[in-house]
């Protein structure tokens, strides 16, 4: 069974970066995307980006200037920053596995258990 | 404002049956894209409930059930148990957003 583990500060200044990283045990990061979803309290999911064990990358465009997601394969890692944040991106962030189950779908089948960000001086 | 629009809450008995609606336009699930759904316990990550809009994962009870029409989608869930009581969120992928996207959730209470 494929487990997901983030980690990083809980607490982030205002316009300074959000970095955080996600672990992958019970199965290699190799042959699938790996992506960050985000949940504002109180609120919606919203979709992050995805990155491929291969290094190719997508963002949500409403957050696109301002995301960098990166994988190391060699620690069965990805990493998300979030730069220039503000309250506005105060969440619980989750690491996610995203399966491309058939020719054009793809699911979140497999989660961690989210870590909360406050942006706050 | 989410792209796809849920019912900010429903209940029903134990026992009883009840449904969750998601709608969304021409331009996700309009157009052909599937929808998945995702239960989230308090305090717990979203966990993958049903996916292409009909299939279940191993282990999700026969309990829950997708159905998907035009530009909506369903999921029902008979049988109600205390267990269920959870936000249940619908997500699909929008061709003009470019995007993978989420309802705004629908707190399940069991009475």
């Known amino acids: 069974q494929v487990q997901l583990q983030e980690s990083g500060p809980g607490l982030v200044k205002p316009s300074e970066t959000l970095s955080l990283t996600c672990t992958v045990s019970g199965g290699s990061i190799s042959s699938y995307y790996w992506s960050w979803i985000r949940q504002s309290p109180g609120k919606g999911l919203e979709w992050i980006g995805y990155?491929?064990?291969?290094?190719?990358?997508d963002y949500n465009p409403s957050l696109k200037s301002r995301v960098a997601i990166s994988v190391d394969t060699s620690k069965n890692q990805f990493s998300l920053k979030l730069s220039s944040v503000t309250a506005a991106d105060t969440a619980v962030y989750y690491c996610?596995?995203?399966?491309?189950?058939?020719?054009?779908?793809?699911?979140?089948?497999?989660w961690g258990q989210g870590t909360m960000v406050t942006v706050s001086s | 404002q989410s792209v796809l629009t849920q019912p900010p809450s429903v209940s029903g008995a134990p026992g009883q049956r009840v449904t969750i609606s998601c709608t969304g336009s021409?331009?996700?699930?309009?157009?052909?894209?599937?929808v998945h759904w995702y239960q989230q316990l308090p305090g717990k990550a979203p966990k993958l409930l049903i996916y292409?809009?009909?299939n279940r994962p191993s282990g999700v009870p026969d309990r829950f059930s997708g159905s998907k029409s035009g530009t909506s989608a369903s999921l029902a869930i008979t049988g109600l148990q205390g267990e269920d009581e959870a936000d249940y969120y619908c997500q699909s992928y929008d061709s003009s957003l470019s995007a993978w996207v989420f309802g705004g959730g629908t707190k399940l209470t069991v009475l």
């Open positions: 996610a596995r995203l399966h491309h189950y058939d020719s054009s779908g793809y699911i979140f089948d497999f």
């Open positions: 990155i491929s064990y291969s290094g190719s990358s």
């Open positions: 292409a809009n009909t």
């Open positions: 021409s331009s996700n699930i309009g157009a052909g894209y599937d």
